[in-house]
């Protein structure tokens, strides 16, 4: 047990919203069926931007100082008959969880939306998170942000490209859902997003723009029309003109998979390297057709981030759902692009519980072996962490979790060729150090 001194102390919230900490309790983390109480060693402080919330219809789990025992709470411990409820951390971008939010779920419990929920408590004066910088990059650092100034960026594309329906899509993304990538397209900063695709070939349980399941709401709206290969060029070509060592992205959040709108894609793509050789094209994509994505990385296509939630067949198909695709398709986009020198990152998201345990660990350190890409991207998976365990066990037994820590430091201790990191890289930034076998062709 650790010393009682350096745990922090429990926080929830009453049900109008207030959070306060609890004297006596310390905060406690969840991976899987495993509760920790949480030290100052295990947590570091709150990232900014970061956001505290109150998950309803769930009793916090706290560890009692006096009796020296887990326990859950049905009231607040000081004033008998009010409700206290868990609170949970949503992590700045560039962090990757290592506990979850301890709770239990009451029996009226709904889904909760699709956020990530990290353990979180209060130490001196300060809130403190359970989480690991995996990027310390200021990408989608919100302070680099202000409004100001991305609202005179859109009034500048709009004279620059009045009628690109592409560059009025990402005006919604960047003012009206307040997407960080969308908002630094409007401030010429590193990454510019170039949603494309209307459709999709997976039912990911954690889709962001297009919900079956009735009980979770989605996060923003799917595009509702295809650009144009001319409008899609000149997105990317504004944004590489001004912007040193940057990146236009295919595969947002707003979108379904690229490799769907490969009709318009490759076009788009023979159209921005007519013109230049710089910047990075990349695409994220689940990676379903590796003949489609042969074509698009021989027509200049840079990089690809593939995303899994697990490297284990059973596990991938109970949280993507693919539809017309297999997972050994994955696996053959991974070596398409591997075998032409490409830079490839696995977009990994993660469960602490899930990811953490000895059979996905395993798995990922024999995938890597015989893949040998080129970067992790440590993502937190953005669902219900319950709901999300129980439909892995369904198809998968699990063990008791080593932790998020312990994993990340054994891969990079078996890879130390890897990078670890959340958002991707310019290629010549990649190509700094780097052998031809990890990625970006240096002819």
Avoid at 38 to 45: A, E, G, R
Avoid at 252 to 261: F, H
Avoid at 292 to 307: N, Q, T
Wanted: proline share 8%.
């Amino acid at each position: 047990m650790k010393k009682e001194n350096h745990l922090i102390a429990a926080i929830v919230a009453n049900k109008a919203g207030e959070i306060f900490d609890l004297a006596g309790y310390a905060a406690v983390g969840m991976a899987g069926d495993m509760f920790v109480p949480l030290s100052v060693q295990d947590t570091i402080p709150m990232p900014y931007g970061s956001e505290l919330m109150l998950l309803p219809d769930r009793l916090p789990i706290v560890y009692n100082l006096k009796k020296k025992c887990l326990e859950i709470l049905t009231e607040n411990p000081y004033l008998p008959g009010e409700p206290v409820f868990p609170v949970a951390a949503f992590n700045s971008p560039g962090y990757v969880l290592s506990y979850l939010s301890a709770y239990q779920e009451r029996e009226s419990a709904k889904f909760l939306p699709l956020f990530s929920y990290g353990a979180a408590g209060w130490h001196r004066g300060k809130f403190r998170s359970a989480a690991i910088l995996v990027d310390s990059e200021p990408r989608q650092d919100l302070r680099q942000m202000k409004h100001k100034d991305i609202v005179a960026g859109v009034r500048r594309m709009r004279k620059v490209m009045p009628d690109n329906q592409l560059r009025q899509h990402l005006e919604k993304c960047a003012l009206e859902y307040s997407c960080p990538a969308g908002k630094n397209f409007f401030l010429a900063r590193y990454e510019a997003p170039l949603p494309t695709s209307q459709q999709c070939n997976a039912r990911c349980l954690g889709c962001l723009s297009l919900q079956k399941n009735p009980e979770i709401p989605s996060t923003q709206q799917r595009i509702a029309f295809t650009p144009s290969p001319h409008d899609i060029a000149q997105v990317a070509l504004e944004h590489i003109g001004k912007v040193k060592q940057s990146v236009v992205s295919f595969g947002q959040g707003c979108e379904g998979d690229p490799l769907l709108a490969a009709d318009v894609i490759l076009p788009a793509i023979q159209l921005i390297r007519a013109e230049t050789t710089q910047g990075t094209i990349n695409m994220n994509t689940n990676g379903s057709k590796p003949d489609v994505l042969e074509k698009l990385l021989d027509a200049g296509l840079d990089s690809v981030r593939i995303s899994m939630n697990s490297v284990r067949e059973a596990c991938y198909h109970a949280y993507f759902r693919p539809k017309g695709y297999a997972f050994s398709d994955v696996m053959k986009s991974i070596d398409t692009a591997l075998s032409r020198r490409k830079f490839v990152s696995v977009n990994y998201l993660n469960c602490p519980g899930f990811t953490d345990t000895p059979e996905e660990s395993e798995a990922f350190s024999a995938f890597l072996k015989a893949h040998p890409i080129s970067m992790i991207q440590w993502r937190n998976l953005n669902f219900d962490p319950r709901r999300y365990q129980a439909e892995m066990n369904k198809v998968q037994q699990h063990s008791r979790p080593i932790g998020m820590k312990t994993l990340l430091d054994k891969v990079r201790r078996t890879f130390p060729d890897l990078i670890f990191g959340y958002f991707n890289p310019p290629k010549e930034k990649s190509m700094r150090n780097r052998s031809p076998k990890h990625g970006f062709d240096p002819a």
